[in-house]
């Protein structure tokens, strides 16, 4: 504590909160999550790691097993996507309305 405050526990992941409450690093708030906001693959294509509620382009939590990827193009260039690369970031990126930066924003807000 610092002049009687004490700091806000962080809250872990897949935990719950309020818009302006602080995640476990790297984390933000999405849907009244703790999430990534990654993106992770459901093997036909990628989605978001966050409630499917917060935004059309999230797809759940993401499971501890998944690998997560800073971007949909990322996670399409892995190797089960090679064939099928443009396929799956369009896919992917359905969600967005065309809109890529959209997304960046949303993580951005909250």
Same mark, same amino acid.
């Given at each position: 504590?610092?002049?009687?405050? %004490?700091?806000?526990?962080? $809250? @872990?992941?897949? *935990?719950? /909160?309020? +818009?302006? &409450? @602080? %995640?476990?690093?790297?984390?933000? %708030? ?7 906001? +990654? ?6 294509? /990628? $989605?978001?790691? %966050?409630? +499917?509620?917060?935004? @059309? /382009?999230?797809? *759940?939590?993401?499971? @501890? ?9 990322? /996670? ?7 064939? $099928? &690369? ?17 997304? +960046? ?6």
């Amino acid at each position: 504590c610092v002049n009687g405050r %004490c700091a806000t526990p962080l $809250i @872990p992941n897949n *935990g719950a /909160c309020d +818009k302006g &409450h @602080p %995640c476990d690093a790297g984390q933000v %708030c999405l849907g009244g999550m703790c999430s990534t906001g +990654k993106w992770y693959t459901n093997w036909q294509y /990628c $989605i978001m790691d %966050c409630p +499917k509620s917060a935004d @059309p /382009c999230c797809g *759940g939590l993401a499971n @501890p097993w998944n690998d997560l990827y800073s971007s949909a193009e990322a /996670c399409c260039g892995q190797p089960a996507f090679n064939n $099928i &690369h443009e396929g799956c970031t369009s896919r992917s990126l359905q969600c967005t309305g065309g809109d890529v930066d959209g997304q +960046k924003n949303l993580i951005e807000a909250d």
